[in-house]
Nanobody, 124 residues
Framework: QVQLMESGGGSVQAGESLKLSCLAS????????VGWFRQAPGREREGLVL???????AYADSVKGRFTFSRDNAKNILYLQMNSLKLEDTAMYYC??????????????????WGQGTQVTVSS
């Protein structure tokens, strides 16, 4: 059974940093497409970063240069380092995965597995 469990969210001020973690169990993140999405109140889910077996992360323009994906393959943990946080980064953040070695799409409906989410709130 695949389980994704996020942690590390919280409340910070604009300009500060947070690092999110996602523990993936029952699933090999090295052999499949994984990534991070977020959803702000009243908005659609937004893909932030995806990575597949090519092992080169693809970032959304909204977070490029501020957010960095990494992972610990031995522990099967995915990370999202978020720097220079802005008010508009306030959202629920989700770790995602799909049963495909390649990503190829940012459509949320194409991702089979979602964690429960971790809330990030950025204030001024």
């Amino acid at each position: 059974q695949v389980q994704l469990m996020e942690s590390g969210g919280g409340s910070v001020q604009a300009g500060e940093s947070l690092k999110l973690s996602c523990l993936a169990s029952g699933y090999s993140s090295r052999k499949n497409c994984v990534g991070w999405f977020r959803q702000a109140p009243g908005r659609e889910r937004e893909g932030l970063v995806l990575i597949d077996i090519v092992d080169v992360p693809a970032y959304a323009d909204s977070v490029k240069g501020r957010f960095t994906f990494s992972r610990d393959n031995a522990k099967n943990i995915l990370y999202l380092q978020m720097n220079s946080l802005k008010l508009e980064d306030t959202a629920m953040y989700y770790c995602v995965a799909r049963d495909d070695p390649y990503c190829g799409t940012w459509a949320p409906s194409q991702y089979n597995y979602w964690g429960q989410g971790t809330q990030v709130t950025v204030s001024s």
